[in-house]
């Protein structure tokens, strides 16, 4: 892996050129945890009896109320909730069409022993699976989390990635407010095949744009378990 000079900053990539003659592969398989389902799931959280906190936040996009913050450790995250995640009914209520505000005042107001919450997984989200070609690269470059190169013939190129997408996660571990070198070291690490989750930058934008430094240092980046 190498960084390439782009005027007074380093974009870092995920790829070298191969060799003559490697074939950079396509592959249909995926992580587990990586996994966003169709249909609605049931997650039932509560209030930490310490700190009387659930440990998320949320944003409005679309008359639609999407999950922007999972605080590591907390309530939330041990729950399953994850970043993207569409909430749909909060105790039964439907949150179509709620602003920030009025989400955030209702949770204050709900039983802090139990909370239940319908979502969809992250509908603003894709994946992409890519296998590693004989030098160890998937055929992507990116710079503050976004996608901004892909290598031709690679297999991140052969497998649907794009540019102006954020990474979200890899493997379904939660890349929001890692550093570009922390990324890369998660995705080094990782065996032959590895799915990235991408969102669109628009959206990704909207999403972080109340989350501050601080923030993103204590989002949850744990590595999910398989179910």
């Not at 310490?50 to 999407?66: H, M, N, Q, T, Y």
Request: net charge positive; glycine share 10%; hydrophobic share 35%.
């Amino acid at each position: 892996v190498s960084t390439q000079s782009t005027g007074d900053s380093q974009a870092l990539q995920v790829y070298q050129p191969a060799t003559r003659g490697v074939v950079a592969p396509v592959t249909g398989g995926h992580s587990a945890t990586s996994e966003i389902k169709q249909g609605v799931r049931q997650v039932i959280g509560c209030r930490d009896p310490d700190s009387g906190r659930i440990g998320l936040s949320v944003e409005s996009i679309s008359k639609g109320v999407f999950v922007s913050y999972v605080e590591a450790g907390s309530i939330a995250a041990k729950a399953g909730l994850r970043f993207g995640d569409q909430l749909l009914q909060i105790n039964g209520e439907s949150v179509a069409g709620w602003n920030k505000k009025k989400t955030i005042e209702f949770l204050k107001k709900a039983d802090p022993k139990q909370i239940r919450f319908a979502v969809r997984d992250r509908p603003f989200e894709r994946t992409i699976t890519c296998v590693k070609d004989s030098t160890g690269h998937l055929g992507f470059q990116f710079k503050k989390g976004k996608v901004n190169a892909i290598v031709k013939d690679s297999s991140a190129a052969r497998n649907g990635m794009l540019t102006d997408h954020y990474i979200v996660e890899v493997d379904g571990q939660n890349m929001v407010g890692m550093s570009d070198d922390k990324i890369l070291k998660v995705i080094k690490a990782k065996d032959r095949t590895v799915t990235v989750t991408v969102m669109p930058e628009f959206v990704y934008d909207h999403m972080v744009k109340h989350l501050g430094k601080s923030l993103k240092k204590h989002m949850d980046h744990s590595e999910p378990t398989e179910l």
